[in-house]
Nanobody
């Protein structure tokens, strides 16, 4: 499985960004797909994932601002981020979990200025 992420960039606080991640290869093996992020000096953390059945998991701390959607025909997930805050600044990594195998995209930097 290969993951191609896009959509990061610089945005002012209160702004919005949408990240995209397209999977290719053995996509039938994917159980969940979504996003994690890692800020400088911090551990990588879950942002949002969607299961093959369509159920999404977004941490309570991000609900209401972050939403994940999927276009199955394009094998793509979209992370819509609204009302961004400086603490959302991080490298965002696309993730696909295929059970025994976990795949990561190349990471895309999101910088939120105050």
């Amino acid at each position: 499985v290969q993951l191609q992420a896009s959509g990061g960039g610089l945005v002012q606080a209160g702004g919005s960004l949408r990240l995209s991640c397209q999977a290719s290869g053995k996509i039938v093996s994917i159980n969940t797909m979504g996003w994690y992020r890692q800020a400088p000096g911090k551990q990588r953390e879950l942002v949002a994932v969607i299961a093959s059945g369509g159920r999404t998991n977004v941490p309570d701390t991000l609900k209401g601002r972050f939403a994940l959607s999927r276009d199955s025909a394009k094998s793509t997930v979209y992370l819509q981020m609204n009302n961004l805050k400086p603490e959302d600044t991080a490298v965002y990594y696309c993730n696909a979990d295929a059970g025994w195998d976990v795949y990561w995209g190349q990471g895309t930097l999101v910088t939120v200025s105050s």
